[in-house]
Each structure stands twice: as structure tokens, then as C-alpha cells.
């Protein structure tokens, strides 16, 4: 069915929730696990319905904020969703607590009862208003963000629009535009401010109504992390520190040394060849062709799965006026569907969306085609993450597509740029743990803490007293710390997995593709670290494996390196 076509009503929810409450009193009263399961799977097409209207809402009111509408219902689902997903832990409830709970194991695995275990730890009711109020105020970051009118080279940008001029060859350019956006900004300083302020108090009163100190292990169950512990994560984060910052900073000499910059500064920080960036080559049209051949030359199930994408309509990938920022692959449970969500501005971000996004969209298809209970469709998102990341690699044949003659240059700043991912996205986590550590920062202390993990993480940036940037306030542009707590590190979970894929794949093809096809095929049948055991790679989490995976690929980016230059 056509994204375009599929219809959306508000649920019932009194109708919805006497339908749980009949599956809790049937699961409580069953004679058998298999009665149990039986009221179990009407819970699981009733929430598959719910979870499918909600995400209607979200893709359709991102790709319009200014629809009144679709508005009203983001607004429902804010307003209604905690007592939605509470009501649903219920049924988990009543599953953990069966007498034939060993049967029901049995039957949906064991990783399913431990993620239902961890979901009932996520939330209780005495947090409901709290969170019903987050996601109001996470709505009100994504559309005062997506407002963004920035006149710029005569005309009036978006966010996601100025991105290519901050990409440009002409470093006057480049200057230019991050400061109009950071001008921006710093012109909604106080809201930024206020509202950062306001989710970080409601978080920390949710965690502290559950009987935490603070919201960062509140933090950790809600992103589900199962077969690692916070202390893991402190130790990875040291290992970035210590065993990948200077092999980037080396990277980096390289980098300016490749564009013939000398005194380096923040606008020139993505700036990876004097002639500039590559870029694709085309329309978005031709683009989205291109991506098409791309997946009917990788394998029999990506020709599969591209051909069903466009034949959905299931791309909105143009950036354009009141659209919200950012990129996401989301899920239509009801249908089996996975939808694309991006804002293309003519730079090699667009390739990117055709295969990390895809790769997330391609894993959910495969998902949703097993026999396996809805809980295990998903893996962790530090595991889905590993789906999207790797598939950036895993096309690499096919690259050239998009990049013609530029597609050396291409790979090449392609990898710089997913080993020097690693300590921005380390930082990001670090700024959390502080600030939820230390919930009554100020704005300026909160920035003074951005900017000396700055000097921390990334030695080699100067900020040259760009607005916005400059005091230390650009974390506020990366709209996962207001939204998705605690979350980006999973994309440094994933890219240390996707590094490995990158290795594999240049020593043997087609061996990397098996094994990512037997990941993508068990979903979320096993926690992360035993997901990264069963492809073969090294758990980030050993001491020593973030200092062999930026070593190795640090070396092929050198050698890569001096081929270009001659």
C-alpha cells in the first residue's frame, strides 16, 4: 500500500485499554501457557494497530510541522502515550508473574522476558504527567528547531538547506554559513535554554519518584541495555579517549595537510579536499535511481526490498519549509512496512540516507518477515544502529553510482568520517552523564562543561569565536540530547561493529555480506554483545578493541591518502 494511502483514525483508547485489561485478566486466568500466549498475541495485534497510528502521526508531522491536523494528533499521542505504554507493561506484568511463566519463556525466548523484565523497570505510574510533559517538550524543541528561517546567499534557508554551503569549497562560504546559523541560535538563546532546563528537571523528578539518585540509570533501562552494565559504557568511553583521540588528531594533520589549510578552524573541520567535498552527481531523482540499481546489484533481497520501497512511496527525503530536522527510519507494523525519513541538501548526506537509513529499513523488512514475536523484531538500538551503519559500508561497489569520477575521494572522507565520529559521539554521552549527574547546571555551566569535553575529545577544533559555537552552546544543536537521552552512544556502539564489517569487507566481500545477512536475520532474538559475538567481530567493550579498530582503519585511510595525493 501507498504511504499516501494508508488511512489514520484517532484510537479508542477506552476501547484499547479495556482490550489490555481483558489480555491481563486472560493471561492471569490461563490454565496453560499456551492460553497465555494465545491472549498475548491479541495484545500484540492490538499494539501493532497503536503503534501504528502513532507513528503515522510522527512521520506525517515531520514532514509538516506547520499541519494543524496532524499537530492535534502528535499532541494526543504526547499527551496519551505514557498511559498508553503503561498499560501495555500490564500485560508484561502479568506474563512475568504466570505460573507458566517457564512455558511462556519457551515459547517467545528468553531475551523476551528480559526485555519485558527491563521495560517494567522503565516507567511506574507516579511518572505518567512527568513524562506526558517530556514529550510535550520534546515536540516543542522539534518544531521551535524545524522553524528555522535563515536568509543566506539571497535566499531564506532551513537548517538542513544551509548545510551544503557549509560544505563549500570557498572557505568564505563555509564561515559565513556557520555563522548565520549559530546567529540564529544564539537569537533563540533563551528558549534553547529554557527548555533543555525544563526536560532535564522532569527527568531527574522521574527518577527520583522511582527511587533513583539521578536520571542517568533511569536512563540506561530505557534505552533497553541488556548484557552490559554503565560501568561498560564508562570504560569505553575512557578507551576513546585514551586509544582513538590521537590516532584522529594524526588523521586530522593529514586532512589539513590534504587541503593545504593551515590554521584550521571549526568551519573547516569537514572540509576534506582542497577542490572540495565530493559530492553525488545529480538530481535527487537521479539519486534515488541511482540508490535503486545500487540494492538490484547488491543481493536478491535488497532488490526485493527497494523495489517494494518505491513502489510504497516510502521516501520523504526533500528538505523544504516547516519540515522537521534530521533523519530516521521508522516502522508501520500494521502493514510490515518500514518508511524513510530524510532532508536531502546535495551532499554526500544524501547517499548516506540510501544506506544508513536503508539499512535500518531493510533489517526492520527482514524482521517483519520471521515468525518471531514483536518484542523481537528489534534488536537495541546500539544493534540496529549496526544494521545501518555497516550497510554504508557493504555498498562500497557500488558507490561510484553517485560519485563517478569523485568516488575515491568519497570512501576516503567516507571512513575519516566514521572513525572521527567516534569521539564527538563519546562526548555526547559524557556531556549526559555530567549534566544528569548534576541536574541544577545553569545554561553557561552546562556550555563551559560542552566546551572543555570539546578540548577533551576534539583538541584539534578552534571555534574561532563563531556565535553559537563559540561559547559552547553547539550541543544544543544535536537534537538527540533533547530528545532521545542517552541514546547517541549507540551510534559509537554500532560504528565500532560497522569499522569491523568495513576490514572484513575489503579482505572478502562476500563473506562480510553473509555475515551481515545472518545479524540482519536474527533481529532481536539476541542482546547486543552476543549479536556482535555471532558476527565475529570484537566486543568494543575489551580493552584494546577501540585501539585495534582505529589503528587499522587509520592505516587504510593513510594509504588511501597518500594514493590521491600522488
Same mark, same amino acid.
Given at each position: 500500500m501507498k504511504f499516501s494511502e494508508i488511512p489514520y483514525e484517532r484510537p479508542d483508547l477506552d476501547a484499547a485499554f479495556a482490550e489490555m485489561d481483558g489480555v491481563v485478566r486472560d493471561i492471569e486466568g490461563a490454565h496453560s501457557a499456551d492460553e497465555a500466549l494465545?491472549?498475548?498475541?491479541?495484545?500484540?495485534?492490538?499494539?501493532?494497530?497503536?503503534?501504528? +497510528?502513532?507513528?503515522?502521526?510522527?512521520?506525517?508531522?515531520?514532514?509538516?510541522?506547520?499541519?494543524?491536523?496532524?499537530?492535534?494528533?502528535?499532541?494526543?499521542?504526547?499527551?496519551?502515550?505514557?498511559?498508553?505504554?503503561?498499560r501495555a507493561l500490564n500485560v508484561y506484568r502479568a506474563l512475568l508473574a504466570s505460573p507458566h511463566r517457564a512455558g511462556i519463556g519457551e515459547a517467545l525466548g528468553a531475551v523476551a522476558l528480559e526485555k519485558m523484565e527491563i521495560d517494567v523497570k522503565a516507567?511506574?505510574?507516579?511518572?505518567?504527567?512527568?513524562?506526558?510533559?517530556?514529550?510535550?517538550?520534546?515536540?516543542?524543541?522539534?518544531?521551535?528547531?524545524?522553524?528555522?528561517?535563515?536568509?543566506?546567499?539571497?535566499?531564506?534557508?532551513?537548517?538542513?538547506?544551509?548545510?551544503?554551503?557549509?560544505?563549500?569549497?570557498?572557505?568564505?562560504?563555509?564561515?559565513?554559513?556557520?555563522?548565520?546559523?549559530?546567529?540564529?541560535?544564539?537569537?533563540?538563546?533563551?528558549?534553547?535554554?529554557?527548555?533543555?532546563?525544563?526536560?532535564?528537571?522532569?527527568?531527574?523528578?522521574?527518577?527520583?519518584?522511582?527511587?533513583?539518585?539521578?536520571?542517568?540509570?533511569?536512563?540506561?533501562?530505557?534505552?533497553?541495555?541488556?548484557?552490559?552494565?554503565?560501568?561498560? +559504557?564508562?570504560?569505553?568511553r575512557a578507551q576513546i579517549r585514551r586509544d582513538v583521540v590521537p590516532v584522529v588528531a594524526r588523521l586530522k594533520a593529514l586532512q589539513h595537510a590534504r587541503t593545504g589549510i593551515a590554521d584550521a578552524k571549526f568551519y573547516d573541520d569537514a572540509f576534506c579536499f582542497a577542490d572540495g567535498n565530493p559530492a553525488p552527481k545529480g538530481t535527487p531523482k537521479q539519486i534515488m535511481a541511482a540508490g535503486k540499481e545500487m540494492y538490484h546489484a547488491l543481493s536478491d533481497e535488497t532488490a526485493q526490498f527497494i523495489d517494494m520501497m518505491f513502489e510504497n512511496d516510502l521516501f520523504d527525503v526533500l528538505a523544504k519549509p516547516g519540515k522537521a530536522p534530521g533523519g530516521f527510519c521508522t516502522s508501520l507494523p500494521d502493514y510490515k512496512l518500514p518508511f524513510i525519513f530524510s532532508n536531502f541538501n546535495g551532499t554526500a548526506g544524501d547517499v548516506d540516507v540510501l544506506t544508513h537509513e536503508a539499512g535500518h529499513a531493510f533489517a526492520d523488512w527482514m524482521a517483519n518477515a520471521q515468525p518471531i514475536p514483536s518484542i523481537l523484531r528489534e534488536p537495541g538500538m546500539e544493534s540496529c544502529e549496526i544494521h545501518s551503519m555497516s550497510m554504508e559500508f557493504l555498498t562500497g561497489p557500488y558507490h561510484e553510482l553517485f560519485f563517478k569520477e569523485d568516488t575515491a575521494k568519497y570512501e576516503l572522507s567516507h571512513a575519516e568520517d566514521a572513525v572521527y565520529f567516534l569521539p564527538y559521539g563519546t562526548m555526547v554521552d559524557e556531556f549526559q552523564h555530567r549534566?544528569?549527574?548534576?541536574?541544577?547546571?545553569?545554561?553557561?555551566?552546562?556550555n563551559a562543561l560542552w566546551a572543555q569535553l570539546e578540548r577533551e575529545f576534539r583538541p584539534w577544533i578552534d571555534f574561532d569565536a563563531l556565535p553559537f559555537y563559540g561559547r559552547g552552546a553547539g550541543w544544543q544543536r544535536q537534537l538527540h540530547i533533547y530528545l532521545y537521552p542517552f541514546y547517541y552512544i549507540d551510534y559509537c556502539l554500532a560504528q565500532t561493529v560497522a569499522l569491523q564489517f568495513f576490514t572484513a569487507?575489503?579482505?572478502?566481500?562476500?563473506?562480510?555480506?553473509?555475515?551481515? +545477512?545472518?545479524?540482519?536475520?536474527?533481529?532481536?532474538?539476541?542482546?547486543?554483545?552476543?549479536?556482535?559475538?555471532?558476527a565475529g567481530f570484537e566486543s568494543p567493550f575489551r580493552d584494546g578493541t577501540m585501539k585495534r579498530v582505529a589503528e587499522t582503519v587509520g592505516a587504510w585511510i593513510e594509504r588511501q591518502d597518500a594514493a590521491l595525493r600522488g
Open positions: 494465545a491472549a498475548y498475541k491479541r495484545f500484540e495485534t492490538l499494539q501493532d494497530h497503536l503503534t501504528t +497510528m502513532a507513528t503515522l502521526t510522527e512521520i506525517r508531522n515531520s514532514i509538516d510541522t506547520r499541519d494543524a491536523f496532524y499537530e492535534a494528533e502528535k499532541a494526543f499521542f504526547d499527551e496519551n502515550g505514557p498511559a498508553i505504554s503503561d516507567q511506574t505510574p507516579e511518572v505518567l504527567d512527568l513524562m506526558a510533559e517530556e514529550n510535550a517538550l520534546c515536540s516543542a524543541y522539534q518544531k521551535l528547531y524545524a522553524s528555522a528561517q535563515i536568509d543566506f546567499d539571497g535566499q531564506t534557508l532551513t537548517i538542513a538547506q544551509l548545510g551544503k554551503y557549509k560544505m563549500s569549497a570557498e572557505r568564505a562560504v563555509r564561515k559565513a554559513a556557520y555563522e548565520a546559523e549559530g546567529a540564529w541560535f544564539d537569537a533563540h538563546r533563551e528558549e534553547f535554554d529554557t527548555l533543555y532546563d525544563k526536560l532535564v528537571k522532569n527527568r531527574t523528578e522521574q527518577a527520583r519518584r522511582m527511587g533513583y539518585e539521578n536520571y542517568a540509570p533511569l536512563g540506561a533501562i530505557r534505552m533497553r541495555r541488556i548484557g552490559y552494565s554503565i560501568a561498560d +559504557m564508562a570504560a569505553y549534566v544528569y549527574e548534576n541536574p541544577d547546571m545553569t545554561p553557561d555551566e552546562r569487507h575489503l579482505a572478502d566481500k562476500e563473506d562480510a555480506w553473509q555475515r551481515y +545477512m545472518a545479524l540482519v536475520k536474527r533481529a532481536g532474538t539476541l542482546p547486543y554483545p552476543g549479536l556482535v559475538a555471532a
